[in-house]
């Protein structure tokens, strides 16, 4: 088992920012993602990143505005979002995969979710 505790999340005007932290302890995992579902929505890829090397993805619609990082001796992941937009409100996730493949996909473990709110 993975625990996934994430933080950060709030209400920001539209150009603002946020940066989101998720702590994870337990097994030993090869990613980490963020996924954001916004109400009426389905669950959507933000952005990820293998724990143990420099690649990252992102979705087309964060791209040049999120980055996702980590601080690999707190065990923690981040992601910084600037020039937030209404249509970035969603309730956020991170999650963690075992496995290798394809960084949008096959999410082991999941947080609990943090709301953002980007009021315009």
């Known amino acids: 088992q993975v625990q996934l505790v994430e933080s950060g999340g709030g209400l920001v005007q539209a150009g603002g920012s946020l940066r989101l932290s998720c702590a994870a302890s337990?097994?030993?995992?090869?990613?980490m993602g963020w996924f954001r579902q916004a109400p009426g929505k389905e669950r959507e890829f933000v952005a990820a990143?293998?724990?143990?090397?420099?690649?990252?993805r992102y979705a087309d619609s964060v791209k040049g505005r999120f980055t996702i990082s980590r601080d690999n001796a707190k065990n923690t992941a981040y992601l910084q979002m600037n020039s937030l937009k209404p249509e970035d409100t969603a309730i956020y996730y991170c999650?963690?995969?075992?496995?290798?493949?394809?960084?949008?996909?096959?999410?082991?473990?999941w947080g609990q979710g943090t709301q953002v709110t980007v009021s315009s």
């Open positions: 999650a963690v995969k075992r496995q290798y493949g394809d960084l949008a996909m096959r999410y082991d473990y």
């Open positions: 337990g097994r030993p995992f090869s990613g």
């Open positions: 990143m293998w724990w143990t090397s420099d690649y990252t």
